[in-house]
């Protein structure tokens, strides 16, 4: 089936240390997105790729990176610059000047 | 700029009875309407979306919802709720476009009750 995976669905990291989250689609989409979603604050876009090798900050890309070396893959590195990076973060894909995004099921950071 | 503005953070409602949820925009262009439904700890699944034609549109689980231009609004509505709609449930725009960026409101959590 086709559809966009990420992971781990729950990931525990020491303060000051670098993690990266893992989101893949089959969907063969172009464009895919980072969201960062906190309780009350709805979701926030950080980054988006429309095309393999080009990305573009979102609303809240500060702390974080990304690289789009394939179509299938957007990982997003969450840096220790991140002042407050525990939280529900979402990906996302979707075809070029598509209409609907197509969600993965999460990943859940907890830094400590 | 876009921007989505849910207006009940919280909406509780009986088992069978109707509900409504508020949804207003601010856009500069034409927009395209979205509803999401996220049950906990999930991603998002699309209810329903408006891209043009009619301003009423028919969702999955028994959602619809309508657009309605002159007063900025995308409403969610169902005319009999079960326990199993409880979750968040977000509306969003988008210009369309070749950046497709979705702008979310800050979600409704619908607490259905028996």
């Known amino acids: 089936d086709g559809g966009i995976t990420q992971s781990p669905k729950y990931l525990f990291r020491k303060e000051g240390q670098n993690v990266t989250l893992s989101c893949e689609q089959n969907l063969n989409h172009d464009a895919m997105y980072w969201y960062r979603q906190d309780p009350g604050q709805g979701l926030r876009l950080i980054y988006y790729s429309q095309i393999v090798n080009d990305f573009q900050k979102g609303d809240i890309a500060e702390g974080y990176s990304v690289s789009r070396e394939k179509k299938e893959s957007f990982p997003l590195t969450v840096t220790s610059a991140q002042k407050n990076p525990t939280a529900f973060y979402l990906c996302a894909s979707s075809t070029t000047g598509g209409i609907e995004a197509f969600f993965g099921q999460g990943t859940r950071l907890t830094v400590v | ?114």
């Open chain 2, 1 to 114: 700029a876009q921007s989505v503005t849910q207006l009940d953070s919280q909406v509780p409602v009986f088992e069978e009875a109707p509900v409504e949820l508020r949804c207003n925009y601010s856009s500069s262009v034409s927009v395209y309407l979205f509803w999401y439904v996220q049950y906990p700890n999930q991603g998002l699944q699309l209810l329903l979306k408006y891209l043009s034609g009619s301003t009423l549109v028919k969702g999955i689980n028994g959602f619809e919802a309508e657009f309605n231009k002159s007063q900025t609004s995308f409403h969610l509505r169902k005319p009999s709720v079960h326990i199993s709609d409880t979750a968040e449930y977000f509306c969003a725009v988008s210009g369309g476009g070749a950046t497709n960026k979705l702008i979310f409101g800050t979600g409704t959590l619908l607490a259905v009750q028996p």
